[in-house]
């Protein structure tokens, strides 16, 4: 099986830049003519003392030690030659073999096996790292089995969404709109528990409505208009804050931004989460007008957003459960909703490559989200 091959591998430094092989041969080389020096040297003496006409005893044992150097210096060529040919054959060729294995798995064919007989060390060392290999080449294929799997499942439970929340859209108008025509045409004949049961069926049908359009909306993240290009947040905003207005207006809440920058995203999907975070502000508000004030600053390469208010707030032990679908903190009838803004809108951000969070440190009343998106270079756009 071959993948995609792993990053090259980090240059060596230094003295390190020199191959093994090489560092032998230079080694060798300079053993072998400070040797030959040393032989040379040692003959020219002898040859110099056979020149000063010694005593025949004398002379005799200079021919004894002349023959016991040439034999030496046979011996140890040989035994040098022998060296040589060892290392070569239970070292550098072992090391240059179990290289290019390493190599080749590197470089992508992760099914090729790693294995060298000698030495000892070299042959359990190429043992352990094949034994890594195989256990590595096992959970990937597990997990790219699973992630296939998972993807799967994903893009079915996503188009499943979609076509039943919009199947579903048409009979639930049905339902509403005939029930408010038996209310329309037989209100008179009807009792007030009837017209109370009527009320409970109109109601619900409209929170089914409003139910099916969230779905709908969590199932486009991504799949529909989520095309992402440099634009600027405050357009965002500004259109956030337009599709707001009328909220806006009655409950007298008051929204500020600071200097917005330019990002990396879908304005469709941006505007969605703007106006998710202001519309919670606004809804869950205290006893005193809704203030909103939306900022961005520059942090760790991409652009932290926040979002803060003066409302109720949120107990920090459910920062983790607020983003969940369909999870409420409040009875339905207080505050309303379907449950799904919040997770919405960390989806939103997940599938720009930022991270959303309930901010508990903030120090301020009120609630602050905080959330980061990938800034846009300066060539962009």
């Known amino acids: 099986m071959s993948i995609h091959p792993l990053p090259p591998a980090r240059p060596a430094t230094g003295v390190g830049r020199v191959p093994i092989a090489r560092w032998f ?12 020096g040393g032989v040379v040297l040692t003959m020219l003496m002898i040859a110099r003392v056979r020149e000063l006409g010694p005593k025949p005893e004398v002379a005799a044992q200079i021919n004894r030690l002349n023959i016991a150097l040439v034999v030496l210096f046979v011996v140890i060529l040989a035994a040098g030659v022998a060296f040589a040919f ?6 550098l060729d072992p090391i240059a073999r179990l290289t290019e294995q390493v190599r080749k798995v590197a470089g992508g064919d992760f099914d090729h096996r790693l294995g060298v007989e000698r030495p000892a060390e070299l042959a359990e060392l190429s043992s352990h790292i094949d034994s890594m290999r195989r256990r590595i080449l096992s959970g990937w294929r597990t997990a790219t089995d699973q992630s296939d799997e998972l993807r799967r499942s994903n893009n079915e439970l996503e188009q499943f969404a979609y076509v039943a929340s919009h199947d579903l859209q048409e009979p639930l108008r049905k339902v509403a709109s005939f029930t408010q025509m038996l209310e329309q045409r037989y209100g008179n004949e009807l009792d007030d528990r009837a017209r109370q049961y009527i009320r409970f069926a ?8 409003l139910l099916i359009n969230d779905l709908l909306d969590f199932s486009r993240v991504g799949r529909i208009g989520g095309e992402r290009a440099p634009m600027d ?52 508000r205290g006893d005193e007008p809704p203030r909103v004030r939306i900022e961005a600053v520059e942090r760790d390469g991409m652009w932290e957003f926040s979002c803060a208010d003066n ?29 799904i803004g919040l997770a919405l809108c960390r989806k939103i951000v997940d599938y720009h490559g930022g991270r959303l969070w309930l901010d508990g440190d903030s120090g301020s009343r009120g609630t602050t989200f905080r959330w980061t998106l990938p800034p846009a270079g300066d060539d962009d756009g």
Request: net charge positive; charged share 15%; proline share 5%.
């Open 311 to 339: 409302g109720i707030g949120v107990d920090p032990k459910y920062a983790d459960r607020i983003f969940l679908i369909f999870q409420r903190l409040h009875p339905r009838d207080v505050y309303p909703g379907t449950g």
């Open 233 to 284: 947040s405050g357009v965002a905003v500004r259109a956030a804050l337009e599709n707001l207005s009328a909220a806006v207006e009655d409950t007298g809440a008051t929204v500020t931004t600071g200097p917005l920058p330019r990002v990396v995203g879908s304005q469709l999907l941006l505007t969605q989460l703007f106006q998710n975070l202001i519309e919670n502000a606004v809804k869950f």
């Open 202 to 209: 109109v109601d619900g049908a409209k929170r089914m409505q």
């Open 25 to 36: 041969v230079v080694a060798g080389g300079t053993t072998f003519v400070a040797f030959l």
């Open 86 to 91: 060892i290392l070569r054959f239970t070292v």
